[in-house]
T-cell receptor
Framework: EPEVTQTPSHQVTQMGQEVILRCVPI?????FYWYRQILGQKVEFLVS????????KSEIFDDQFSVERPDGSNFTLKIRSTKLEDSAMYFC??????????FGPGTRLLVL | GENVEQHPSTLSVQEGDSAVIKCTYS??????FPWYKQELGKRPQLIID?????GEKKDQRIAVTLNKTAKHFSLHITETQPEDSAVYFC????????????FGAGTQVVVTP
């Protein structure tokens, strides 16, 4: 069964550094998402992406964040200058036409 | 925007008993309601979902009910087993939101043998 994959599984970075989180959505899916989950809290929507552009973003997704689909398979989330409060688990998700979203295993980001 | 409330925050049940988790949503335009199970350190896994044109859906020991008028939906797990122990999240999504999921706060379910 196809799955969403994400790399790296863990990332430790210094405050102010840039990080890029990578995702490979399920191959025939058209809609892509990034969510984050601060430890012990609920999953929060960051951004949705369709047809090579952002379709919706949350208040969390400020100018420090960007997303890109650089080729036909990868979907990336970049945080330009990380802050301590960016420490969280970041999940990528994708869906086809039907609406079921499938989540990747997540990248645990720790900002020191 | 959509706001999803979920109760209870923790639920302890004896193996074999039933567990019920309830969610309410605020946006009447929401029309898709999935439930995800998340084990510690793992990804959320879809366990069941329901669309607004259906009132109830069942899959083996798991069922979901939807009351559109009252804007609430519930997850029912029967004959609970220790492997049902996890955090369960409800979510809601509308057609005009590009499928963005708004999650509830989660319910920690503990099934004791």
């Amino acid at each position: 069964e196809p799955e969403v994959t994400q790399t790296p599984s863990h990332q430790v970075t210094q405050m102010g550094q840039e990080v890029i989180l990578r995702c490979v959505p399920i191959s025939n899916h058209l809609y892509f998402y990034w969510y984050r989950q601060i430890l012990g809290q609920k999953v929060e929507f960051l951004v949705s992406f369709y047809n090579n552009e952002i379709s919706e973003k949350s208040e969390i997704f400020d100018d420090q964040f960007s997303v890109e689909r650089p080729d036909g398979s990868n979907f990336t989330l970049k945080i330009r200058s990380t802050k301590l409060e960016d420490s969280a688990m970041y999940f990528c998700a994708s869906r086809g036409v039907r609406g079921t979203q499938y989540f990747g295993p997540g990248t645990r980001l720790l900002v020191l | 925007g959509e706001n999803v409330e979920q109760h209870p925050s923790t639920l302890s049940v004896q193996e074999g008993d039933s567990a019920v988790i309830k969610c309410t949503y605020s946006d009447s335009a929401s029309n898709y309601f999935p439930w995800y199970k998340q084990e510690l350190g793992k990804r959320p896994q879809l366990i069941i979902d329901i669309r607004s044109n259906v009132g109830e859906k069942k899959d083996q020991r798991i069922a979901v009910t939807l009351n559109k008028t009252a804007k609430h939906f519930s997850l029912h797990i029967t004959e609970t087993q220790p492997e049902d122990s996890a955090v369960y999240f409800c979510a809601a999504s509308g057609t005009d939101s590009w499928g963005k999921l708004q999650f509830g706060a989660g319910t920690q379910v503990v099934v004791t043998p």
